[in-house]
C-alpha cells in the first residue's frame, strides 16, 4: 500500500511485475522439501491426510515406547534382568517396527511424485529456478526425512529413554558406539527404501498403482528370493537382494550380532543393499530425464 | 474512519457459492459526492445492495450513522436507492408510483412530496401517461425522483446516468452536485467517467470485489508513483527545451512532436514545475503552454483496472 497523500489511497494496484529479489536455486529446493513434507505428513490438510502418517509413525515409535515402559518399571520394581529378556537388542528393534517401515514408504513415495504429474504440476515447478534433477532432488531429500523419521528415530528414542533409566550403554565410547552404528542403519535403511519407493513412484502419476506396486516388489522379492535360496538350493548371496528380511539381517551385522542365516554374507547383504539402493535411484533419475512435460 | 462517515464498510466480503462478488472491501463515505467507479461485474451493485441492507454481507460490516441497515429498519429510511434494473410499476403514472414510494416510506404528504421530487429531475407530475410509455431516459428520472420522495439523507445511485441524453446527463449531475450541496451523501456507481469526473474528484474505485483506490483522483494520480506523469510542452524551440530539461534531469524522457511541440514525461511534477521556467530562461525559450496529458480520471481508472 501506498502513503496517503492527503486521504487518497491506492489499495491495489494489479498484477505488477516482481522486483525484489530471487533466492535462488538453493532456496526453491528447500520450498519443494518444505512443501513435500506437508503434503506427505498431511499437514494443513483433511484430516483424512493424516491417518496414514500418523499411524505408521504411531506403529514405528509404540514398541520403543512401551520398552522404555518395561524399562523403567523394570528399574523401580528390581527387575532389571527380567526386562533385559523382553526389550530386544537395537538391531533387533526393526524387526518390530518392519511392517510400519514398509507401510510408510509404500505410501510416501507416491504421495510425494505422482501428483505433480498427474496435475501437470511438473511444468509449473520446472518454469522456476529448478530444473529436474534439483526438483528430484528436493523430491528425495523430503522422502528420505520422512522415511529416517521411523528408521533412526525409535531405536535413538529407545536408546535415550534406556540410558535415561541407567540401562543403556556403558561409558560415552560405547555409547559412540551404538549412536554411530544407529545412524549408519538407519540412514542405509532410510536411503535403500527411498530409492526403491520413488523408482517405482517415478513409473507411473497413480498413488494407488505405486504404493500398490511398491508393496509388490517387497514381498516379491521376499517370495523369489526364498524360493531361489531355500526352494531350489540357489547360492545363498541371492538372498541378499531380499527387500525386508536382507536389510534387518544387515542392521544386526552392523550392530554386530548374529543372527539370520551365518551362510549369507555381510558382503552379500551390502551388494543387494546397494544394489535395489543403485537401481531405484537409476530407476527415478532415467524417468525424470526422458519425462515429457507439457503444459 | 473518517469522523464525518456517513457509509461505514468495514472489512465487506459477499460470496455467491464458489464466486467472491466482494473481498475484504473497507471504506468510508462522507457528505457530498462520491463516485462508485468499476469495470462491469467489478462488484459496484453488490456493495450498494449490502450498503442500502437489502443484502447481508456474507463477512463484516456495514454502517450508515453508526447504524446496520439491515437490522435498524429505521434507518433504511434514511437512504435513497436508484436500482440499475428498471425497477417501476408499467401501469402507474409518474406521480402515482412516486407518491407509492412517498408511502412507503411513510411521508407524511406524500402527494405534495411526490410532485416536488417530480419538478426536481424535470418531469411533469401532471403527465397522465403510465410510465411504460415513458423513454429510458425518462424513466431513470422516474427512479431517481423515487429515491428523493422521502428526502433522504443519503442517496445511493446505481448507473443513474445510463439511458439519459446529453443534456438530461448534465441536469442530472447539477441536480446530483445540489443535493450534495444540501450536505447529503451521494453515492454515484457509474463506468461513463467522463460523466463521473464531472460529478466531483471523491472516487472509489473496485476490481474484481476488491477496493482499488480511494479518494481524490487526483492525489491517486499522485500516488501512481511508478508512472511518470506525461506533459504536453509548448515552446518555440522544442529540441532545445527538450535538450534542458533532461539535462537537468528535470524528466525522464522527452520527444519532439512538431515545430512547437514536446512531449515529457517527468516522475515528479513538483520538481519539473521548479525546473521548466529556468530551463526555457537559460535556453532563451519561449514557453506557452504546458499541459497534464494523464490526469484525468480515465488514465487513473486504467491504471487501476488494466493490469488485471
Redesign the interface.
Known amino acids: 500500500m501506498s502513503l496517503p497523500t492527503g486521504d487518497a489511497r491506492i489499495l491495489d494496484r494489479g498484477y505488477r511485475r516482481y522486483d525484489g529479489p530471487r533466492a535462488g536455486t538453493a532456496h526453491a529446493v528447500r520450498s519443494v522439501i518444505a512443501h513435500t513434507l506437508r503434503r506427505i505428513l498431511g499437514l494443513r490438510r483433511p484430516a483424512r491426510a493424516k491417518v496414514l502418517p500418523v499411524m505408521a509413525i504411531a506403529f514405528a515409535y509404540i514398541p520403543a515406547i512401551v520398552f522404555v515402559g518395561i524399562v523403567a518399571l523394570s528399574g523401580r520394581f528390581g527387575a532389571r534382568a527380567q526386562a533385559d529378556l523382553i526389550v530386544p537388542p537395537y538391531g533387533e528393534y526393526y524387526g518390530f517396527i518392519i511392517s510400519a517401515i514398509v507401510l510408510f514408504v509404500t505410501f510416501v513415495a507416491p504421495e510425494a511424485l505422482c501428483p505433480d504429474r498427474r496435475s501437470r504440476s511438473l511444468s509449473l515447478y520446472l518454469s522456476s529456478p529448478l530444473t529436474r534433477m534439483t526438483y528430484l532432488l528436493g523430491k528425495v531429500l523430503a522422502v528420505a526425512i520422512v522415511v529416517a523419521f521411523v528408521t533412526v528415530g525409535p531405536p535413538l528414542l529407545l536408546l535415550f529413554g534406556r540410558m535415561m533409566q541407567s540401562a543403556g550403554p556403558d561409558g560415552f565410547l560405547a555409547f559412540l558406539a551404538v549412536l554411530g552404528r544407529m545412524l549408519a542403519s538407519g540412514t542405509m535403511l532410510a536411503a535403500l527404501y527411498t530409492a526403491v519407493s520413488m523408482g517405482v513412484a517415478s513409473l507411473t502419476d497413480r498413488r494407488a498403482v505405486a504404493a500398490a506396486a511398491t508393496l509388490l516388489l517387497l514381498i516379491g522379492s521376499s517370495i523369489v528370493t526364498g524360493t531361489i535360496v531355500y526352494g531350489l538350493n540357489g547360492p545363498s548371496w541371492v538372498f541378499g537382494s531380499h527387500l525386508t528380511a536382507a536389510p534387518l539381517l544387515l542392521v544386526s551385522r552392523i550392530y554386530g550380532e548374529s543372527s539370520g542365516d551365518p551362510q549369507v554374507t555381510t558382503l552379500a547383504l551390502a551388494a543387494g543393499a546397494l544394489f535395489w539402493t543403485a537401481l531405484g535411484s537409476a530407476v527415478c533419475v532415467l524417468r525424470y530425464r526422458s519425462l515429457q512435460v507439457t503444459r | 474512519m473518517?469522523d464525518d462517515a456517513v457509509i461505514e464498510v468495514d472489512e465487506v466480503s459477499k460470496f455467491f457459492g464458489g464466486i467472491v462478488a466482494l473481498s475484504e472491501v473497507s471504506c468510508t463515505v462522507g457528505p457530498g459526492i462520491t463516485a462508485l467507479l468499476g469495470p462491469n461485474g467489478a462488484g459496484k451493485s453488490t456493495l450498494l445492495r449490502i450498503m442500502c441492507g437489502l443484502t447481508p454481507p456474507s463477512r463484516g460490516q456495514v454502517r450508515i450513522l453508526g447504524r446496520v441497515p439491515r437490522r435498524d429498519l429505521d434507518v433504511t429510511r434514511l437512504i435513497g436507492l436508484v436500482p440499475q434494473q428498471e425497477a417501476l410499476f408499467d401501469p402507474l403514472t409518474a406521480l402515482q408510483f412516486v407518491e407509492l414510494a412517498g408511502r412507503l416510506q411513510k411521508v407524511d404528504q406524500p402527494r405534495p412530496a411526490a410532485e416536488a421530487a417530480l419538478h426536481l429531475v424535470e418531469l411533469d407530475p401532471g403527465d397522465g401517461r403510465p410510465v411504460r410509455t415513458y423513454s429510458k431516459g425518462m424513466r431513470q428520472r422516474v427512479k431517481v425522483a423515487q429515491a428523493l420522495v422521502h428526502s433522504p439523507q443519503v442517496v445511493m445511485l446505481d448507473e443513474p446516468l445510463e439511458g439519459l441524453d446529453p443534456r438530461q446527463r448534465l441536469r442530472m449531475i447539477a441536480l446530483f452536485r445540489r443535493l450534495a450541496d444540501e450536505g447529503r451523501t451521494v453515492l454515484v456507481s457509474s463506468h461513463v467517467l467522463d460523466e463521473v469526473e464531472k460529478l466531483g474528484s471523491r472516487v472509489l474505485v473496485i476490481?474484481e470485489g476488491?477496493?482499488?483506490?480511494?479518494?481524490?483522483?487526483h492525489?491517486?494520480r499522485?500516488?501512481?508513483?511508478d508512472r511518470p506523469h506525461r506533459l504536453r510542452l509548448g515552446a518555440d524551440k522544442p529540441r532545445a527545451l527538450a535538450a534542458g530539461l533532461l539535462d537537468a534531469a528535470a524528466v525522464v524522457g522527452a520527444w519532439v512532436q512538431g515545430p512547437e511541440t514536446v512531449i515529457v514525461d517527468t516522475v515528479d511534477v513538483a520538481a519539473f514545475r521548479h525546473a521548466v521556467a529556468g530551463v526555457a530562461r537559460q535556453r532563451d525559450v519561449r514557453l506557452h503552454e504546458v499541459v497534464a496529458l494523464d490526469d484525468d480520471l480515465d488514465s487513473v481508472f486504467r491504471?487501476?483496472?488494466?493490469?488485471?
Open positions: 473518517t476490481a476488491r477496493l482499488a483506490a480511494t479518494g481524490d483522483f492525489q491517486i499522485e500516488l501512481m508513483d491504471y487501476l483496472v488494466g493490469r488485471r
